[in-house]
């Protein structure tokens, strides 16, 4: 068994042996750029039996890959799945970017961030990423479940770096920009953020983010950023109250959202941010003129429901530290760290 | 006037009683007693002309069963800053402060059960609540081994960075 895909600080390897051969056979396969590739070749370089090749290339068929065969050539790959696998996501990686240098990719799991907390809880290196095509327990806010059936981008993202805490609610303010940045490079579509961190397409919702930290004295110890995002999905997967607020970029756009390159940009976006954040520098200040021209949320009459109650009046401002400013119809001016600005509908 | 040690002895008295409130009133001074009524309501010693009595009984007052707590000492130096959130008194218990300002959340979600009663066993890494801002979840460690003594922040309330949250008896 190779050793050089096992992260050296990783305690348990985050991928199996098995699905450390798979991105192996899979990156054979992107180096021979559209060739043949023999099993018989990839036996000997990966030191495994030719049976044991087949059985990872009808693994690599069950989850979407596809091949032809031609006798005495070997394979050829022909399809690529729109699935996050690490050498699916790496050449679309920045040079420099460390995060996404680790994938946990799953079929089907309760909450990637469940996933990458366990994950890690077990050593799991910085940048580590846990995909699902399906969640069936994908987690919202407060305890609220996020609709995440297949054609979805569910992912999670782990950092380890000792962000001051003053700063990394940022984190989620800055993931949800670089989304914005990613998803409006990839389909040409104008995306919204509505504060603090959702993304609307056209008033409806197309990306949530949460992110669960653990912090040690007053710097963080892990995030783990959550990002569900209504990519691929039909209109006709939503259920009806989900509907009036939720939107799917492929029907906006009439062909597929690439995962792998959104989660690319979003990835190469966001390292060189958190290491600053982890200097103790802030950086929502140099995105806040963008991110202030795309919040809709800025300068409208708003209803936000906050823990302490309703606050309604209208959105002034966002300052530096991501605070939303309501001026009530008294007159008050309410500084807001936690709420959900409601939809028209009056729903979240 | 009262000596120290009797305004002392006066007040492990009312501690040992279910009485909230004791007033002594003479021609040379007035000494007032309280005890909180509710979580939250700070316990009052008022003196008049013994000032160095009252520093005396607050500081008691701060060491003794009452659910009353000194302010956190938080240093604004650079250094030390794992102790900041984490601050011993006397009696052996520490008072998890909160190092961020944002929402406590005593549970994961509305309708969950809270992640500690007072009481409850914690060892350093039991959650014992979430503090959050802008949809950035910090879930807060008892950083202890311990009891949970006293709760000190209501579910849903603003924390600032530095309020006291929890007290946890060592054991």
């Given at each position: 068994m190779e050793q050089r895909n096992i992260h050296p600080t990783t305690r348990i390897p985050v991928r199996s042996e098995s699905e450390q051969i798979r991105d192996q056979i899979i990156q054979f396969f992107l180096q021979a750029n559209g060739g043949f590739v023999s099993t018989r070749d990839l036996s000997v370089r990966l030191g495994i039996s030719r049976t044991a090749v087949w059985k990872h290339i009808q693994l690599l068929e069950s989850i979407g890959f596809s091949f032809t065969v031609q006798p005495r050539l070997g394979h050829r790959l022909e399809i690529v799945p729109n699935i996050i696998l690490l050498p699916l996501l790496e050449r679309h990686?920045?040079?420099?970017?460390?995060?996404?240098r680790e994938v946990k990719w799953l079929s089907?799991?309760?909450?990637t961030n469940a996933v990458a907390t366990r994950l890690a809880a077990l050593g799991a290196p910085h940048g580590t990423v846990v995909v699902a095509a399906r969640q069936t327990a994908g987690r919202g806010r407060r305890g609220r479940t996020w609709f995440s059936p297949v054609g979805g981008l569910w992912v999670s993202v782990l950092l380890r770096r000792p962000i001051p805490l003053q700063h990394a609610a940022e984190l989620t303010l800055l993931s949800s920009f670089a989304m914005r940045r990613a998803l409006m490079a990839e389909t040409n579509l104008h995306i919204d953020v509505k504060w603090p961190n959702d993304l609307l397409y056209n008033g409806k919702k197309v990306c949530g983010i949460l992110a669960e930290i653990r912090s040690e004295g007053e710097s963080l110890a892990t995030a783990v950023l959550g990002m569900g995002v209504n990519t691929n999905l039909l209109a006709t997967d939503f259920p009806t109250d989900l509907l009036k607020n939720a939107a799917t970029l492929s029907t906006a756009r009439n062909q597929p959202v690439s995962h792998q390159k959104v989660l690319a940009q979003v990835l190469s976006q966001l390292d060189p941010w958190v290491e600053q954040l982890s200097t103790g520098?802030?950086?929502f200040p140099q995105i806040a003129k963008e991110w202030r021209q795309s919040c809709?949320?800025?300068?409208q009459s708003v209803r936000v429901n906050t823990p302490a109650g309703l606050v309604t009046g209208q959105a002034i401002a966002v300052d530096d530290g991501g605070i939303l400013y309501v001026r009530t119809q008294s007159g008050l001016m309410q500084k807001i760290h936690t709420g959900d600005v409601l939809f028209e509908e009056g729903q979240e | 006037m009262l000596k120290i040690g009797e305004i002392r002895e006066l007040i492990r008295l009312l501690d040992e009683t279910h009485l909230v409130e004791l007033r002594i009133e003479t021609d040379d001074m007035k000494l007032l007693l309280r005890k909180p009524s509710f979580a939250g309501e700070e316990g009052a010693v008022v003196t008049d002309g013994v000032t160095h009595a009252k520093r005396l009984t607050e500081s008691y007052a701060a060491s003794s069963r009452t659910d009353v707590f000194p302010a956190p000492t938080v240093?604004?130096?650079?250094?030390?800053s794992a102790l900041q959130d984490v601050v011993k008194d006397e009696d052996n218990a520490v008072v998890i402060n909160s190092p961020m300002v944002g929402t406590f959340y005593?549970?994961?979600?509305?309708?969950a059960p809270p992640f500690v009663e007072i009481g409850s066993r914690v060892t350093d890494k039991t959650v014992v609540c979430i503090v959050e801002a802008m949809k950035l979840m910090n879930e807060i460690e008892a950083e202890v081994q311990g009891e949970v003594v006293a709760i000190l922040a209501e579910n849903g309330q603003l924390v600032e960075y530095g309020q006291p949250l929890f007290k946890i008896k060592q054991v």
């Open positions: 990686l920045s040079a420099t970017c460390q995060l996404g089907e799991v309760d909450s520098q802030s950086v809709i949320t800025l300068g | 240093s604004s130096a650079g250094g030390a005593r549970a994961s979600a509305p309708d």
